[in-house]
């Protein structure tokens, strides 16, 4: 053979060497680029998938049910606004207990599927060679929908704080009313002392409610509030003005007893006709805090809902054929 063929042969057979170690190189980068826990390798996910597949099932139906106890939720503090406007201490009372029990079971409910999320099968740093994309993200998103609960015990404490406190407002008013009534009609009847006693009874009730007042003002709006008070207090010390001249003047119509009397008079047509304004106050506080919190758990309740929509959408990679595709 002669050295150029030598040649040509020996080059054609470094050619093909080369052709075979090039192919058996792409083929393990393609085996490399198929790892697991991807669409491509699914069937070294599938044993995982399937052990993390019935437990997922379990806790999207606890979830839905934990939509179902948001929403019932939802209802009481609906009720509790209701009560509040309509004066109903004792139906509100009640449903703020309710209320409570409600918010924290569901709560709890939220730890026990927190924990029951965390102690899947598979769960760790792992997790990628264990499971899927689609189980990964059907973890992720049960484990957001908890986070939609975290607040709603706090909600309802500031509901059950605005509430009651407004009933206990309404009561303290209703009260200064009677009080303070009650003083002007002893006054009128020329009993000074006993009226002068009921009218230190009403500054109590007025110091009482402003501290009540105060409380809220953080929260809600309490513009009414404070002039029903202020227009209230001013009236009784006009009262007491009245009736300490009159005692002082020994029954004389002195000066200081007519403008007394005029202040009096003054102060009288600037109170309210009716109890209308307390509707308006009722309305004010349940305008600010009350409402904000049936929103808040309104919120919660449609955060809850969407994800266990999104689970249901989702699909369950246990499912999934075991056979990856060709390369």
Do not use: C
């Not at 090039?22 to 680029?33: D, S």
């Not at 957001?144 to 404490?157: E, R, S």
């Not at 006693?197 to 007042?213: F, P, V, Y």
């Not at 009716?274 to 805090?289: F, H, M, P, Q, Y």
Request: net charge neutral; hydrophobic share 45%.
């Amino acid at each position: 053979m002669t050295g150029p063929l030598r040649r040509a042969i020996l080059v054609v057979a470094w050619l093909l060497i080369v052709a075979v170690i090039a192919i058996g190189a792409a083929g393990l980068v393609a085996a490399m680029a198929h790892q697991p826990g991807t669409p491509s390798r699914a069937e070294l996910t599938l044993d995982g998938d399937r052990a993390a597949a019935p437990r997922l099932a379990a806790i999207q139906g606890q979830l839905t049910d934990l939509t179902g106890d948001v929403k019932k939720l939802g209802e009481l503090g609906r009720g509790a606004l209701g009560a509040l406007v309509a004066v109903d201490s004792e139906t509100l009372a009640t449903v703020v207990a309710d209320g409570q029990t409600q918010s924290r079971a569901i709560e709890t409910r939220s730890a026990v599927i927190r924990e029951q999320i965390a102690l899947l099968p598979g769960s760790g740093p792992t997790e990628e060679l264990v499971w899927s994309p689609e189980t990964r993200a059907r973890r992720d998103t049960a484990l957001q929908a908890t986070t939609a609960t975290a607040n709603l015990a706090g909600l309802w404490t500031r509901l059950a704080f605005g509430s009651l406190t407004a009933t206990r407002l309404t009561t303290l008013l209703v009260n200064h009313d009677q009080v303070a009534g009650g003083a002007a009609a002893l006054i009128r009847k020329a009993k000074y002392a006993a009226g002068l006693t009921e009218l230190t009874k009403a500054d109590k009730i007025i110091a009482d409610s402003r501290a009540l007042r105060d409380a809220l003002q953080n929260t809600v709006d309490v513009t009414t509030l404070t002039q029903w008070l202020d227009r209230n207090a001013e009236y009784d010390a006009a009262l007491r003005r009245l009736a300490k001249a009159v005692i002082a003047s020994k029954g004389t119509v002195t000066k200081e007893v007519r403008n007394a009397a005029i202040a009096e008079r003054k102060a009288h047509d600037l109170l309210p006709a009716n109890t209308s304004g307390l509707v308006i106050i009722l309305a004010e506080i349940g305008r600010g805090g009350l409402n904000q919190a049936v929103i808040g758990i309104e919120e919660a309740r449609g955060q809850l809902q969407a994800a266990v929509d999104r689970l249901g959408a989702q699909p369950d990679a246990s499912d999934e054929p075991t056979t990856s595709p060709a390369p």
